[in-house]
């Protein structure tokens, strides 16, 4: 079974940056999309952006314009940029491999003045 491992997570103020990673235990991202989701106090889960295989990633409407998501395939590791967090970006952020139900353990991210 494919393992993913979350980091990069941590506290930053109103406007900073942080990149978060997302490192599987082999190669997956290749071959298979790869999404970002977060655990906030108000949803359980919200979809943050999809990266294809082959393609443009996509992102919810909030995070448009902020975020990017880029891979390193010899390192099998994806990268969510985020830039201009706002406390409403505070949440336990994971990646997950959709068409295989794979999940990391989440990296917290917390956004405060």
């Known amino acids: 079974q494919v393992q993913l491992v979350e980091s990069g997570g941590g506290s930053v103020q109103p406007g900073g940056s942080l990149t978060l990673s997302c490192a599987a235990s082999?190669?997956?991202?290749?071959?298979?999309?790869m999404a970002w989701y977060r655990r906030t106090p108000q949803k359980e889960r919200e979809w943050v952006g999809t990266?294809?295989?082959?393609?443009?990633?996509r992102f919810g409407t909030a995070e448009k314009g902020r975020f990017t998501i880029s891979t390193n395939t010899a390192r099998n590791t994806v990268f969510l940029q985020m830039k201009n967090l706002q406390p409403e970006d505070t949440g336990v952020y994971y990646c997950?491999?959709?068409?295989?139900?794979?999940w990391g353990q989440g990296t917290q991210v917390t956004v405060s003045a």
């Open positions: 997950n491999v959709p068409s295989r139900d794979i």
């Open positions: 990266q294809p295989p082959n393609g443009l990633s």
């Open positions: 082999e190669s997956i991202f290749s071959t298979y999309a």
